[in-house]
């Protein structure tokens, strides 16, 4: 267990609202990213970060942001949700050097209504 | 977009026998991995293999890579119910620092038959 906790597990909101997603990890790793899980596209990254402060976007960013003001935590907010968020999303850690395997956390159900 | 194509999209077999999964990817890699992932919970890594590896084994699973045509398949020997779930082949580009991650594919889902 790399000790990576998401919150909430699960989340109704409504069009037009901002949400924000946590990620928190008990072991201080550099890497941390954010994916969301769709039927038919598999996964895809929104954003990661490479350090403290230091983010940078993924393949589908348009409507996120990312923040990460402590090692521990790494933010994923909805500025103002539509209902083409809705998914699943997940954080994942790397726990060894570049290239080597993610751990995942178990995801946040997001439903935009 | 995609980096990683598996193929089939799913498969449904019977308990004891072999799950063969293939991933096609399109640009150059440094590694490849394969993750599994159980409904309604993260993905768990089941192994990775290098570029510079064509073949690897981890229990019952084994993995195969050839790179000059890009693909890699993985081997489920005498599966198991248990072994149900679906499976994400994923590469890593090699970058380097900041530019260090993984793309997935779409996944295939493996049904193991009682």
């Known amino acids: 267990d790399a000790g990576i906790t998401q919150s909430p597990r699960h989340k109704v909101t409504e069009t037009g609202t901002p949400v924000t997603l946590r990620c928190h990890q008990t072991e201080n790793h550099r890497y941390m990213y954010w994916y969301r899980q769709d039927p038919g596209h598999g996964l895809r990254l929104i954003h990661y970060s490479y350090g403290v402060k230091d983010t940078d976007k993924g393949e589908v960013s348009d409507g996120y942001s990312v923040s990460r003001s402590k090692t521990e935590d790494f933010l994923l907010t909805l500025e103002s949700a539509t209902s083409s968020q809705t998914s699943v999303y997940f954080c994942?850690?790397?726990?060894?050097?570049?290239?080597?395997?993610?751990?995942f956390g178990n995801g946040t159900r997001l439903t935009v209504t | 977009s995609q980096q990683g194509e598996e193929d089939p999209q799913a498969l449904s077999i019977q308990e004891g026998e072999n799950a063969t999964m293939n991933c096609s990817y399109k640009?150059?890699?440094?590694?490849l991995q394969w993750y599994r992932q159980n409904s309604g919970r993260g993905l768990v890594h089941l192994i990775l293999?290098?570029?510079?590896?064509r073949e690897k084994h981890s229990g019952r699973l084994r993995v195969t890579l050839d790179t000059s045509k890009k693909s890699s398949s993985l081997l489920i020997t005498a599966s198991r119910a248990a072994d149900t779930a679906s499976y994400f082949c994923?590469?890593?580009?090699?970058?380097?620092?900041?530019?260090?991650?993984?793309?997935f594919g779409k996944g295939i889902t493996l049904s193991v038959r009682p």
């Open positions: 994942a850690i790397r726990t060894s050097g570049e290239g080597s395997p993610l751990h």
């Open positions: 293999i290098r570029s510079n590896e």
């Open positions: 640009t150059s890699i440094n590694n």
């Open positions: 994923a590469t890593d580009g090699g970058a380097t620092g900041a530019n260090s991650k993984l793309t």
